[in-house]
Nanobody, 130 residues
Framework: QVQFVASGGGLVQPGGSLTLSCAAS????????IGWFRQAPGKEREGVSC????????YYAYSVKGRFTISKDNSKNTVYLQMNNLRPEDTAIYYC???????????????????????WGQGTQVTVSS
């Protein structure tokens, strides 16, 4: 069975850090662009970050650039999202998914398009609050 399992969310104070993990099973994530998306209450799901077949190929939304870092460990079939200097506006459910049609991430101003991604995991809640 193909699936992603996201973990690592939680409650953190503004300025704090969290590392999210997304473990894939049933397929090898090495060949595809893997995206992290988030959805806050009442808002559209938005692309936050992406990593391609080459780990050097990455994308970050403007709102998280310089604070978030995406990486992957192919031996563990897992993608990570290191989130630093978290802000209340980062509060959302974070999801990972695979773009089975592409092995590269979009170049700004293009953004990851959620309809191009599959194997959505259950998401992990991140809450930034004092």
């Amino acid at each position: 069975q193909v699936q992603f399992v996201a973990s690592g969310g939680g409650l953190v104070q503004p300025g704090g850090s969290l590392t999210l993990s997304c473990a894939a099973s049933g397929f090898s994530l090495d060949y595809y662009a893997i995206g992290w998306f988030r959805q806050a209450p009442g808002k559209e799901r938005e692309g936050v970050s992406c990593i391609g077949h080459s780990a050097a190929n990455t994308y970050y939304a403007y709102s998280v650039k310089g604070r978030f870092t995406i990486s992957k460990d192919n031996s563990k079939n897992t993608v990570y999202l290191q989130m630093n200097n978290l802000r209340p506006e980062d509060t959302a459910i974070y999801y990972c998914a695979a773009n089975l049609m592409r092995s590269t991430c979009p170049s700004p101003p293009a953004t990851p398009l959620k309809h191009e991604y599959d194997y959505w995991g259950q998401g992990t809640q991140v809450t930034v609050s004092s």
